[in-house]
């Protein structure tokens, strides 16, 4: 699973109510959840990386986007709604390594 990318309902502060996002699922931890990077459409984001159907090894991606690298959270397998593409093995590592080199910020 790690590399894909799905539709997941993420809740807003309140706990109640959610949207069905897109995120990148980059790291399974030791509770079986995932680690993921969320999609943005809004490209002022400094820590951004802009998002192309040129990173997928299949799936689609409609509409241009951004992961918002400095914007990581954890997720349970149950909150996963769709999965719509998974990303190729050359970009995951690009997108690992922006990771890492905001971490050393």
Known sequence: MVGSIY????YFTDGVKFKLRPILLIKENSFGDY???PFTTNSKNKNSMKFTNDFLQNGNFNKDSYLIIDKTCTIQKSLLDKKIAHINESSLFDIYDRYCNFLKV
């Open 35 to 37: 680690i993921y990077i």
């Open 7 to 10: 539709l997941a309902k993420i």
